[in-house]
Nanobody, 124 residues
Framework: QVQLVESGGGLVQAGDSLRVSCAASGRTFGSYSLAWFRQAPGKEREFVAGVSWIDGSTNYADSVKGRFTIWRDNAKKTIYLQMNSLKPEDTAVYYC?????????????????WGQGTQVTVSS
């Protein structure tokens, strides 16, 4: 069983930076990929960024390219999402997700495991 625990959310102003983390446990993740999704009130859950555990390759939603960076720390079994130049439209609950497979996909239904989420609020 995989457990994912997010941390690091909070309230920031537009233009600020914030880093969220996701600690993973319960198995080895060599053949897994992990990702960040987000969900704003009244909207569907959307893909933000993903990382392949085995080689660290990444992919991003167009809306965050150039502003957000995802990476994993093998030793700590943790993934991070560094968010720079935050905008009010980045406000959402950010979820960590994991799936077996070395490619991080952008479809939420492809992910088997989810964390509880962490709130990120960006004020204008």
């Amino acid at each position: 069983q995989v457990q994912l625990v997010e941390s690091g959310g909070g309230l920031v102003q537009a233009g600020d930076s914030l880093r969220v983390s996701c600690a993973a446990s319960g198995r080895t993740f060599g053949s897994y990929s992990l990702a960040w999704f987000r969900q704003a009130p009244g909207k569907e859950r959307e893909f933000v960024a993903g990382v392949s555990w085995i080689d660290g390759s990444t992919n991003y939603a167009d809306s965050v390219k150039g502003r957000f960076t995802i990476w994993r720390d093998n030793a700590k079994k943790t993934i991070y999402l560094q968010m720079n130049s935050l905008k009010p439209e980045d406000t959402a609950v950010y979820y960590c997700a994991a799936r077996p497979g070395t490619r991080s996909l952008s479809v939420a239904s492809e992910y088997n495991y989810w964390g509880q989420g962490t709130q990120v609020t960006v004020s204008s």
